[in-house]
């Protein structure tokens, strides 16, 4: 089976308000989690060829947003972050019935192509699978099979809610578990190696 991979990309002037003791100003701030979002697109565009990957999605407030060529755009209507997944799911799954749907978040700057279609491999074996993230506690990737509804229950304590709405948790890569919420975050991904984008905005300005 093949996979769309659904990113929410929130505006980088408001989104990760926990990073903002990481950089020096608003504007550096912004231009932070706009890279951290090109990098995760760059990772899944990096294997939109692979059997695996059928096609790319984000859903945002403002389709204005600068953005990769052959991603598909999904408008946000508000109500929240899992409303705005389960609709733009919900279409996804009828423009393209033959696919699964796979909603990554959008903060993992150091996502190795590689361990993402690894995932995806294990996600096919399920009707749904999510991914915890490194903290133990979240979730980066929440994954439902063709014909199954997505049911996003990202937000505090993710991991444990979707591992009770039936998901089946997969073993991950550290990059596809990497996303980052604090500087702290940061600092673990420039270490281990984060996308190009990121990397050079960091190089520019050292991490407060």
Do not use: C
Not at 38 to 64: I, K, M, N, R, Y
Not at 77 to 84: I, K, R, V
Not at 135 to 146: F, N, Q, R, V, Y
Request: charged share 20%.
């Amino acid at each position: 089976m093949a996979w769309r991979v659904l990113v929410p990309i929130k505006q980088s002037a408001v989104a990760k308000s926990r990073l903002l003791g990481a950089t020096s100003s608003p504007a550096e701030h912004a231009e932070l989690v706009h890279a951290m979002q090109l990098d995760t697109l760059d990772a899944v565009l990096a294997v939109l060829t692979h059997p695996l990957v059928s096609g790319l999605a984000v859903v945002a407030e403002q389709l204005s947003v600068s953005l990769p060529a052959g991603i598909e755009r999904l408008p946000d209507a508000g109500g929240g972050l899992n409303p705005a997944l389960a609709r733009a799911a919900a279409e996804l799954s009828r423009r393209h019935p033959g696919d699964g749907t796979v909603a990554l978040v959008g903060d993992l700057p150091a996502l190795r192509p590689a361990d993402l279609l690894q995932a995806l491999g294990q996600a096919g074996r399920y009707e749904r699978s999510f991914v915890r993230d490194l903290a133990g506690t979240g979730t980066t990737l929440l994954a439902a099979s063709a014909g199954v509804t997505l049911d996003p229950r990202f937000g505090p304590d993710s991991a444990r809610r979707h591992a009770e709405s039936g998901a089946v948790e997969l073993a991950a890569a550290v990059s596809l578990r990497s996303d980052v919420d604090s500087p702290e975050d940061l600092r673990q991904v420039l270490q281990l190696g984060a996308g190009l984008l990121t990397a050079q905005l960091r190089l520019r300005t050292p991490l407060s």
